[in-house]
């Protein structure tokens, strides 16, 4: 039996404890003038700011720039734990009834019953495939982005792998104490990403907003993950979920404490308004490979978090709470789109779109039904490729001409027909066009809420109507019209760049295609969930007309 | 102790007056005498050991002193099994009590590190305490180089008040623990060598204060006395048990308890700096040498929440309904106070004194548990902070203004400290986020469980004031590494003094004690902290009694 999970989240912490421990040489500030190679040329070709400062790829020069090691030790590391994830995903078993696979548990901190427990269901596997796969693209879209700083972006590449290695960890635990430490510990890097290594004046500002938000969210969580252990007396999250358990027999008032104290802290990550103010200084200060990270994984573990924990810990409390988070939900997703419409800034206006996308997500999860929870988790997925496309096409766009703002660009597609092309390709797909992998999703959740009550899907629909103009506009603005002077130069996709994006593409039109296997690896963990909730409901049903009947 | 003897019945049993010399275990006093021995011995090398060779001397001999206590501490953990008492019942010796201590020794190891680096051939402390600033004199001492080594012998005292102060099982002993520990550490605080009066001033101001909280610590004792009829802790323990001495026939005595335990409960606050005792902190932090600040802010912690919840938990463990309404009080009070206050500070040792009175909050949510749990997260978060606490201050010591070369207290002024020297400034961040409970730090496991063990015993509201003042407090650590990483300093920005390998090394074990308890803080839990039924009585791991009667009749 291979430990694939632990293994998953060793291989990208070493790979950032290599790069970090590598020597501090900073090269002569002569060695960029050698000869440049075959690839360095292809990246000043593209005449960026940034790739006059291109060093040599190959030679001997090579050897002694650790930048550029660093960037090809984080490349190879996060491709390995790209592979072994996928090897470990075609060993994953679809017939079963939906409960965690490749578990693994040792005792960690004994005095508290902590454990290294990790498992994933459908749910968890699918996010953490997502999550791997982003990362590759990400340190090869970031590849020349830092590399003005001091330390070529070494210290960025080590934070994205040991971001990565605690993404992994933070889906892959099933022990509620070990999950809560990777929620927080994951802040640590994202923090020193946007504050460091991100855009802008603003940037040390927006780190710390990020940080205290999510911090607060955290410790509040932090309460309730105290509350569990000392009434459910373990963290195992298969021995709190099991039948019989203590927790399933707590008083329905403190399993509403307890479920509010982990929604506030998976709200504030989702984002979910009204806690969401920090999406938009976050990301619209991050750099795009950290905004991807950020936007397409990190708020994940807010809405993977309510349908795992909330859900599956506290089920006596839901149905207190669904109307609220529909509520909440509905909110979220006509106010993002009305506010990604109004916004001047290209990341910020990403940021407010997934705020309504999010809305759609935990609107699926909160309907309750199969259709509708399959479909928000599909959305986690496919949410994650369409906006880290996006965010990865501006970041394109940042580094030709140095800024996100809507009114510096326009007729891109004539001078740059394949950038423009991969825009076009990632803004349909978030607003979700037949025939793209967000749509399948989102008509999952449709049809879940539908099913659920008519009256929020006749609302949500508004936001599908607000989507098209946010984006389309977007594109119209950037992309068409005349080609003012200053970008008649600008340059198409290079290599590597159409390597970071075009995976991306052929996944968002793969599984707009055809998505059965993606359902068919979340489907038995999403009835497991809604059973479960029925189950309770019958429960609690029995149970209070056993009270009126004494 | 002279019991109240009024009642026509016998005297109570215990610790009657005796004749007879009392029979002394010296095996579990050993580790007192070392360091009184030792302290003793510094005095006299002080006056009669040539100057050349003093210091040297002088920091051996106190290394040697702790080092020595230290393994006489470890070697009697199996001796004492469920714990004892020893001369005639005042000094307690128990598993928790070798915890309190032996984390006081090697903490004030480590911070004899820091008090003994050098720079340029000169340590923090002031050439000739004696002068007066800015004095003629003075300068005569400063260009003769005269070096203050009684910093060594005052030390080796207070540290031997702290490892009292926590054993004590009498309020008479205690009390003078707690003026052996607190009078050396008074002159310790004027002794800076730069900013005299600033210095001396702090040590005033300390003094004055500290004098006070004595008064009340030693007028809530009367009280007790009163009310008991003992200053033992085991026998006040059982007259709240049984509603007082005989003399109030089981009634009418609780005015007399309320004020003792309320007049003690001052004098210990004090101690720890929980508000609204707490104002002495940020100026006695900030103006002491900071090595000396480094030995305040972890020796003198532990030692008097050693101490506070000796005295909660065993002669009060019973009137814990009187207490806890208070503890309670001041509890939500420091953690939110300080929180706030802290968040305008903009010296780095204002703000770790700040930073110290909050987490003074948070361990005071343990005591208010009032139970075995409780008591072992106070012991672990008591140890994590102590390391966490010293490798900050060590770092602090190495910031320095271009000019003069003082320490730069100002923060605005440190930036681009994370450009200049990453690591120094890593290491500190480190620090700073166990300070704001990050896991994978110290600090978290800590604060999991002193809240775990509040919200077991039903404290829940505690908690969610301690998580809540927790995100504030998170704010200004969090400043501090904006400062230090992501803004660009304005002009030259400050120096790094080189790390010595002294001072080096209390960073390096600040880190490495703080990572390692983050990470693997099982060994410790496990073994050195207790681990009792949820909500069982610290007494089951506390001596109170005189578990045998050492008096030979």
């Not at chain 1, 002569?28 to 050698?34: D, E, H, L, R, Y």
């Not at chain 1, 830092?146 to 040991?162: K, M, P, S």
């Not at chain 1, 008519?454 to 607000?466: C, F, H, S, T």
């Not at chain 2, 002193?450 to 809540?468: D, N």
Request: with cysteine; net charge negative; hydrophobic share 55%.
């Amino acid at each position: 039996m291979i430990p694939w999970l632990t293994l998953a989240i060793a291989l990208p912490a070493i790979g950032a404890a290599v790069i970090w421990a590598l020597p501090r040489v900073t090269p002569p500030a002569g060695a960029s003038g050698a000869p440049a190679s075959a690839a360095a040329r292809a990246e000043a070709g593209s005449g960026t700011a940034t790739a006059t400062k291109v060093r040599p790829a190959t030679g001997g020069a090579a050897q002694g720039d650790p930048a550029l090691l660093a960037k090809r030790l984080a490349l190879g590391f996060s491709v390995a734990t790209l592979l072994l994830v996928a090897v470990m995903a075609l060993n994953f078993d679809t017939s079963g009834a939906g409960g965690l696979q490749f578990e693994e548990v040792y005792p960690w901190i004994p005095y508290f019953g902590v454990h290294f427990a990790v498992g994933v269901d459908g749910i968890a596997l699918v996010l953490i495939l997502m999550s791997v796969v982003l990362v590759p693209l990400v340190v090869l879209a970031a590849w020349n982005e830092h590399a003005d700083r001091e330390d070529g972006g070494r210290g960025y590449f080590a934070l994205v792998l040991a971001l990565e290695a605690m993404m992994i960890g933070v889906f892959a635990a099933t022990d509620v104490f070990l999950f809560y430490v990777f929620f927080e510990a994951m802040l640590i890097p994202v923090y020193f990403m946007i504050g460091r290594y991100g855009r802008g004046a603003e940037r040390a500002k927006a780190a710390v907003k990020f940080l205290l938000y999510s911090l607060a969210g955290g410790l509040i969580m932090l309460v309730a993950v105290i509350g569990v252990y000392v009434i459910g007396g373990t963290f195992l999250w298969s021995e709190l979920t099991a039948p019989g358990s203590a927790l399933a027999a707590v008083d329905p008032a403190t399993a509403r404490w307890l479920f509010l104290g982990f929604f506030i802290a998976f709200a504030i990550k989702a984002p979910m308004w009204p806690v969401h103010t920090w999406l938009p200084s976050a990301a619209g200060s991050s750099s795009p490979g950290t905004a991807v990270l950020l936007v397409g994984v990190l708020d994940k573990v807010g809405t993977y978090g309510m349908l795992r924990f909330c859900l599956e810990l506290f089920p006596a409390a839901v149905s207190w709470f669904v109307w609220p988070v529909v509520a909440l939900s509905l909110v979220s997703i006509v106010y993002g789109a009305v506010l990604a419409i109004g916004q001047s800034d290209m990341m910020r206006l990403i940021a407010y779109t997934s705020v309504s996308h999010f809305g759609f997500i935990t609107l699926g999860i909160f309907a309750l039904t199969q259709q509708g929870q399959a479909g928000a988790a599909l959305y986690m997925v496919n949410h994650g490729f369409a906006t880290g496309a996006l965010f990865l096409v501006v970041g394109f766009l940042i580094a030709r001409r140095g800024s996100a703002r809507i009114e510096d660009y326009g007729g891109v597609q004539k001078v740059a027909p394949k950038l423009a092309g991969v825009f076009l390709v990632a803004g349909l797909a978030g607003l979700a066009l037949p025939g793209l992998a967000p749509f399948v999703s989102e008509f999952l959740v449709f049809v879940g809420v539908y099913a659920f009550n008519p009256v929020p899907a006749v609302i949500a629909a508004v936001g599908v109507v607000l989507a098209a103009l946010y984006i389309l506009w977007m594109y119209q603005r950037t992309m068409t019209g005349p080609t003012p002077e200053k970008l008649s130069a600008l340059p198409d996709l290079s290599a590597r760049e159409t390597w970071a994006v075009a995976p991306l593409i052929a996944l968002i039109i793969a599984f707009g295609v055809y998505p059965q296997p993606l359902l068919n690896v979340i489907n038995p963990a999403v009835e497991r969930t809604v059973e479960a909730e029925a189950d309770t409901e019958v429960a609690v049903a029995d149970g209070d007309a056993e009270g009126e009947e004494e | 102790m002279i019991p109240l003897n009024l009642a026509d019945g016998a005297p109570p049993a215990l610790h009657g007056v005796t004749e007879a010399p009392p029979t002394l275990d010296w095996w579990l006093l050993a580790p007192f005498l070392v360091l009184f021995g030792a302290g003793v011995l510094a005095v006299l090398f002080e006056a009669f050991w040539p100057k050349g060779s003093r210091r040297t001397l002088q920091i051996a001999l106190a290394a040697t002193a702790l080092l020595v206590t230290f393994v006489l501490l470890v070697l009697q953990v199996e001796a004492v099994g469920d714990g004892t008492t020893v001369g005639n019942g005042v000094l307690a010796v128990d598993r928790t009590v070798l915890f309190f201590q032996g984390t006081i020794t090697v903490l004030a190891l480590v911070s004899l590190m820091l008090i003994a680096e050098r720079r340029d051939g000169r340590d923090a402390f002031s050439a000739q305490a004696a002068t007066v600033p800015g004095s003629e004199e003075e300068r005569t001492h400063i260009l003769a180089g005269s070096q203050h080594t009684e910093v060594y012998p005052l030390v080796l005292f207070a540290v031997l008040g702290m490892l009292m102060f926590p054993a004590s099982n009498d309020f008479l002993v205690m009390f003078i623990a707690l003026e052996v520990m607190s009078l050396p550490l008074y002159l310790l605080c004027g002794l800076a060598r730069r900013r005299r009066l600033f210095s001396q001033e702090a040590a005033v101001k300390y003094f004055l204060l500290g004098a006070f909280s004595s008064a009340f610590f030693l007028f809530g004792i009367a009280m007790v006395y009163g009310y008991a009829g003992s200053v033992n802790f085991g026998v006040i323990r059982g007259a709240v048990e049984s509603g007082g001495a005989e003399i109030f026939q089981g009634g009418n005595g609780e005015p007399l308890l309320l004020m003792g335990v309320g007049l003690v409960a001052i004098g210990l606050l004090f101690k720890v700096g929980a508000v609204p005792f707490h104002n002495w902190k940020p100026d006695v932090y900030q103006g002491a040498p900071t090595p000396i600040t480094a030995l305040m802010a972890s020796c003198t912690l532990v030692a008097a929440f050693g101490a506070l919840l000796r005295v909660f938990f065993v002669p009060f463990g019973t009137s814990a309904a009187i207490w806890e309404p208070m503890l309670w009080t001041v509890a939500i009070l420091t953690m939110v106070v300080a929180a706030i206050v802290a968040v305008t500070q903009r010296d780095i040792k204002r703000l770790l004194a700040y930073s110290s009175v909050v987490h003074a909050g948070f361990i005071l949510t343990a005591v208010v548990a009032g139970s075995v749990e409780g008591l072992a997260g106070a012991m672990f978060y008591l140890a994590a902070y102590g390391f966490t606490t010293l490798g900050a201050f060590a770092v602090v010591t190495l910031v320095r203004t271009r000019d003069g070369g003082q320490e730069l207290g100002d923060l605005d002024k440190w930036a681009g400290l994370g450009r200049r020297s990453p690591g120094l400034a890593l290491a500190l961040s480190l620090f700073l986020l166990a300070f704001a409970g990050i896991p994978l730090t110290s600090g978290f496991i800590g604060k999991f469980a002193v809240f775990e063990a509040a919200v077991s015993a039903g404290a829940t509201p505690l908690v969610v004031v301690g998580v809540l003042s927790s995100a504030v407090t998170a704010y200004f650590y969090v400043r501090i590494i904006v400062v230090m990483f992501f803004r660009d300093s304005e002009g030259e920005g400050p120096t790094v003094a080189r790390a010595g390998v002294l001072t080096g090394g209390v960073i390096t074990v600040g880190v490495a004690a703080t990572l390692a308890l983050g990470i693997f803080p099982g060994p410790v839990l496990d073994h050195l902290v207790p681990s009792g039924e949820p909500g069982q009585e610290p007494t089951a791991v506390m001596v109170d009694q005189v578990t045998e009667d050492p008096v030979d009749e």
